[in-house]
């Protein structure tokens, strides 16, 4: 046997989880609340302790760690046009697994500015124009970010030609530079500065947070929780050389605050005579939905889906639904504690997946013009992808997870949502997505084997 | 001397696609930077692709006889947008039926249209036309 140890420090549980690489299975997990107010490891040594209950004692030979205590890898970023470099910086820092916080188009303004100084991120990711395209208004917001102050680092990822411009306008500044988001108009170019948010994270944002503590446990790799994520979901989806993957897939993390949705999937048209419109997608995708959350953003959930529909499919009132959902926002570590709170979560829980899917998946338009019916797709067609992951309390604690993940599948009454047709839905019941993300830098096999052994399919 | 940056492509639900493709390289061969937009291009992304590259014209193309309504209000867009001055053309088969093109020409030039081209010009005169436009010397 040959023991490893993953923790991932979230915002409020640090959970700890023992894998045997050697016969590779789970070996156990445990969690605690995290400490990072006062010292990281009296969490991470309460949840050992636990897990030590279920395990026994066990001789870790390495240990890895991913985080996202104490408010995560918080960005601001800023580009010129917000369907373009704007909207590329914010693709670049949500693949890093970064928690973007704003995102600014445009000349920085005033006020801006002012909010850029009260959020202080952890890292800020200025972008803007082509290279050889548009250099006045990077160099605008370069000025305005050396006016504002601060010691948080920047990654510059903008028109190359005022790279160097930039960097002296922010003399004194730590200032990371990148190849450009978008090179050349309509390309999309994110892996180089998602390595520098990473590497930035590693050697600033870890010691910033009061992590180092922890480090000397840690044998290496530390990542923002999301990125971990998203390594595990891709080894799922591509497999090793020695196992198959699953093929295309969609996960879907709700949470209490914010909900996330991950593809790894080309998401190219069906037809190849449609139209594809906006930026090119990565293959690998995360967002982020900040208002859409199980308990500090559940109002976020009625605004976008309606409290009509929510408490339809709930089975209530919607005045009930309503005060279920003021108790709820009130008391955000509440549970559900009979069968209407339960049914409410499970309605909350089901428009939650259904708002968050349809955003993150790709539409098409049918435009009728003197040549006939044209197709337009912008996004990632997801119609084809038939594995469904899902993680996050409400689904986890339901015998009903099925249904609450079919609310993200296609709908005949809004076919131009590019959202998968037929699924089958897995469940992460034991919460190791991440935990195997971190193990995947170095045992991918072993952590394939368990995310297949361990994500059961629903089968209602 | 640096390389000046164009846009071109085909506006509104419009999906002729090989003429802009001729166009393409045509400018391309003639030294321009260009970036193609392809078919079906709205104003907004004629405009956000002008932001972004710091284009020194954009040049539309209608073939389908809907170019006068298309082009409608672009000039005033690029004004909002911040693209002063920016160069505009029009060309391909801009309007419907047979029309004097002076007066096709003038209605555009009230719309914003530095410059507008009837059907069949062969590339190598807007490509003189820009050169003048955008003082390059040969």
Known sequence: ????????????????????????????????????????????????????ARTGKLDYSERYACSSAAG????????????????????????????????????????????????????FLLVGGTDGGNS????????????????WPIILAGNRNAARECERILEGREVHICENVMPKFGTLNIEPTQREIREVFLNNIVKAKGLTKASELISGIMMPTPSAVMAAMKLLAEGTKAQKGMGDLIAVDVGGATTDVYSVAEGLPDDPRTALRGLPEPYIKRTVEGDIGMRYSIRGIIEAAGLERVAETAGLAPERLSRIVDTFAENTDMLPCDDETQRADEALASWAVRVAVTRHAGRLEEIFGLGGLKLVQTGKNLVNVDKFIVTGGSLIHTEHTRDIASYGFYD?????????????????????????????????DAALTILKEELKTETR | MEKKTIVIGVIGADVHAVGNQILYHAFSDAGFNVVNLGVMVSQEEFINAAIETNADAILVSSLYGQGE??????????????????LLYVGGNIVIGKQPFEEVEQRFRAMGFDRSYPPGTPPEVDIADLKKDLHIED
């Open chain 1, 1 to 52: 046997m040959k023991p490893v140890l993953l923790i991932d420090f979230g915002s409020t549980y640090t959970k700890v989880t023992a894998v045997d690489v050697d016969a590779p299975r789970l070996l156990g997990t445990a969690n605690s609340y995290t400490t990072v107010q006062t010292d990281i490891n009296n969490g991470l040594a309460d949840a050992l302790s636990r897990l030590e």
């Open chain 1, 72 to 123: 995560g890898l918080r960005m601001l970023a800023s580009g010129l046009v917000p369907e373009l470099t704007a909207e590329a910086a914010k693709t670049a820092s949500l693949g890093a697994g970064a928690k973007v916080l704003k995102t600014y188009a445009f000349k920085l303004t005033e006020d801006d500015a002012e909010e850029i100084k009260a959020l202080s991120p952890d890292i």
């Open chain 1, 136 to 151: 006045d208004c990077i160099t605008h917001n370069a000025r305005v970010l050396k006016e504002i102050g601060g010691s």
């Open chain 1, 412 to 444: 005949e009454e809004e076919p131009e949502s590019l959202k998968p047709k037929q699924c089958d839905v897995l469940v992460d019941r034991s919460y190791i997505i991440a935990a195997m993300g971190l193990l995947s830098k170095n045992y991918p």
């Open chain 2, 69 to 86: 309504l298309d082009c409608r209000g672009l000039r005033e867009k690029c004004d909002e947008a911040g693209l002063d001055h920016i």
